[in-house]
């Protein structure tokens, strides 16, 4: 169910830099999504390329849908119609998909690249040097837009916080060298408050505001 008083909270919290929420709602039904709508939000976040089609159809079409997870090359034709902001993509063969899969849909798709920052072994992204490297003129119907990363799931907030220190130092970087970029997603239910801390501009909120999974 949709917790509105974490909601209103998350909001008051988020204000001062003008951060996005992105309220991500996988594995949650259409009248959960329905209920978080009728309170103001737009952006929303989900996972499965299957569960995404099987939605978008039955909600209001003013939604801006995120793909937040990993992304497999052979499902981009699903959600290349109507997604709004692919974050996390993790590798140069899709980066060239969506890119194709975007001109068929006579679109330009909006692409955060994925960092990969955690110590953890398990999170996909690229590192530093792979991003710096990457030629946006290769992509002409994407836009990339900024960057996106995973901190470790720790309880160490020292540990944490540097690994967003070192996406948002990326992040500063990568506006120099590439025009466009704008958007650092970072921070989920449990290290939001880090993320704000350190400089992030979107947040993905799932858990907190939409009850456990
Ligand atoms: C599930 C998910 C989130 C939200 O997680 P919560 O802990 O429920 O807030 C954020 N980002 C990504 C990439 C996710 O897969």
């Known amino acids: 169910m949709f917790n509105t008083s974490n909601y209103h909270q998350i909001l008051k919290?988020?204000?001062?830099?003008q951060a996005a929420l992105v309220a991500v709602s996988k594995l949650k039904s259409v009248e959960d999504i329905l209920s978080a709508y009728q309170e103001g939000l737009r952006d929303f976040g989900e996972n499965y390329v299957q569960e995404l089609c099987s939605k978008q159809p039955e909600l209001p079409h003013d939604i801006r849908w995120h793909?937040?997870?990993?992304?497999?090359?052979?499902?981009v034709k699903y959600?290349?119609?109507?997604?709004?902001?692919i974050q996390g993509v993790d590798s140069i063969k899709l980066l060239k998909e969506i890119n194709k899969q975007a001109a068929r849909n006579h679109r330009i798709i909006k692409c955060l690249l994925q960092v990969h920052i955690a110590t953890e072994e398990t999170k996909f992204g690229f590192n530093e040097e792979e991003i710096l490297q990457i030629n946006p003129s290769l992509y002409p119907h994407l836009d990339i837009c900024g960057v996106m990363?995973?901190?470790?799931?720790?309880?160490?907030t020292t540990l944490v916080k540097n690994e967003f220190i070192n996406l948002k130092s990326i992040y500063d970087r990568l506006k120099i060298t590439h025009q466009g970029i704008s958007i650092l997603s970072?921070?989920?239910s449990g290290d939001y408050k880090i993320a704000l801390s350190v400089g992030s501009n979107m947040l993905r909120?799932?858990?907190l505001i939409f009850g456990t999974r």
């Open 79 to 85: 959600i290349a119609p109507f997604v709004h902001l």
């Open 186 to 188: 970072m921070g989920m």
């Open 67 to 75: 793909f937040i997870g990993h992304l497999q090359s052979n499902k």
């Open 13 to 17: 919290e988020l204000a001062p830099q």
């Open 149 to 156: 990363g995973m901190a470790s799931f720790s309880n160490d």
């Open 205 to 207: 909120i799932g858990s």
